[in-house]
């Protein structure tokens, strides 16, 4: 019986770009359900955005830990383990969720599924890869994101009448296929040694030391404070605006769905911004798009009350300056990475970014109660102006720097 082959280059990228789309069914569930529970546990804006925040904390947790796994054990085994995780979280929030402290936990169940299965898909798309990883290839996985997002988004919204907790149940399933479909279809693989003598696992010295890596991960850390505290709030901002215009005879779609078209820009914007990053320069691109995204945060908040005609394109429009430069941070670090620190500099990456993304959340939160609370539109515009703080000061640094 042959040894089973890893897929062919175009295979392995639409495998895995698959497998990442099932594997978080659960992410945006909560968001998306966000008003709703808020309403429904009676929680202020503070509160409803730490249990945002908390899926990144337990993705901030475990991400050492699952990440840096792969640089000693197969990388698939992680994959299905973090797979049960992120599933039993969504089961557990169906079943168990009663208020503030649960949802707690079985956000930060859901994050820490996520922190074994995104950037380990990335390390079984270079492990696996037939030849030097383009960085097109990885703009492509790292793009999905963003369709993994908006379907979780639909399916949430499309759930929503049967009741929130039969959104998070069917959301347990997509990791459990996205699982099988790794772990069934890729072989084995054994990490690449990197000629030095094991080290300690949460060993980031070495990552530390190279300044190329760390600029991305820096810079990385204040992409993902900006989009993923947008993400955690899109819906409940839209939501808001739809309520201000409700006399008036509403618009189309819903909150959720508004957020979801949104969100499914995010993958050409993210690729497309990696390729003008490679024809223009990848410092000066991503330089360039954190000044413009910081500039928009400042403005789009304080339109809650435009009709949802002017307010749906213009925040497409930021949504769309924050992801162009998703896949060129991460294609710049990966060019970067020392052969054999690919799991120690993935993992450094992913904790200091969705560390950001745990704060994010919470800090958008307690500006909109200390704002004037989630129904004053100026509290909404110095939240949304909370995002853009620290891509300035990334942009602003960066052009400081002589590129490596």
């Not at 640089?71 to 168990?96: E, M, V």
């Not at 914007?269 to 500039?295: K, P």
């Not at 004037?372 to 539109?377: A, K, L, T």
Request: some cysteine; glycine content about 10%; aromatic content about 12%.
């Amino acid at each position: 019986m042959s040894a089973r082959r890893a897929p062919a280059p175009r295979a392995l990228v639409l495998l895995l770009c698959a497998a990442e789309v099932l594997s978080m069914t659960g992410f945006a569930a909560y968001p998306a359900l966000l008003p709703l529970l808020q309403h429904h546990w009676q929680l202020s804006s503070s509160a409803a955005g730490l249990i945002s925040g908390a899926f990144f904390a337990g993705y901030m947790v475990a991400t050492p830990l699952l990440v840096g796994l792969t640089d000693r054990y197969d990388t698939r085994r992680i994959y299905l383990l973090a797979c049960l995780l992120a599933s039993a979280g969504s089961l557990g929030f169906a079943l168990l969720a009663r208020g503030l402290w649960t949802a707690l936990l079985f956000q930060a169940l859901v994050g820490a599924g996520l922190a074994g299965t995104y950037m380990p898909g990335l390390r079984l798309l270079t492990d696996h890869f037939q030849g030097s990883v383009p960085s097109r290839a990885v703009a492509f996985y790292t793009a999905t994101f963003g369709l993994g997002t908006t379907a979780s988004l639909l399916l949430a919204g499309a759930l929503q009448p049967l009741g929130w907790p039969w959104v998070f149940g069917c959301a347990a399933f997509g990791p459990l296929l996205a699982g099988a479909l790794v772990f069934v279809r890729l072989p084995p693989a054994a990490p690449v040694p990197s000629g030095a003598p094991p080290g300690l696992l949460f060993d980031f010295r070495p990552v530390l030391r190279n300044r190329a890596a760390m600029g991305y991960i820096l810079g990385y850390a204040a992409h993902c404070w900006e989009l993923f505290g947008l993400r955690s709030w899109l819906p409940a901002f839209f939501a808001f605006s739809l309520a201000l215009h409700a006399s008036s005879g509403g618009f189309w779609f819903g909150a959720a769905a508004l957020a979801a078209w949104i969100n499914l820009l995010g993958p050409a914007a993210s690729i497309l911004g990696n390729e003008a990053a490679v024809r223009y320069g990848r410092r000066r691109f991503i330089c360039a798009t954190m000044l413009v995204s910081s500039v928009l945060a400042c403005l789009v908040g304080f339109t809650a009350n435009w009709p949802m005609a002017l307010l749906f394109p213009l925040t497409a429009f930021y949504f769309l300056w924050v992801m162009a430069d998703s896949a060129a941070l991460t294609a710049g670090l990966v060019a970067a990475t020392e052969p054999g620190r690919k799991g120690a500099t993935m993992a450094l990456h992913a904790l200091l970014g969705f560390g950001a993304g745990f704060v994010a959340p919470l800090a958008f939160g307690l500006v909109l109660d200390l704002g004037g609370g989630r129904d004053s539109v100026t509290a909404w515009g110095l939240a949304f102006a909370s995002l853009g703080v620290w891509s300035l000061l990334a942009a602003l640094a960066a052009s400081r720097r002589r590129a490596p």
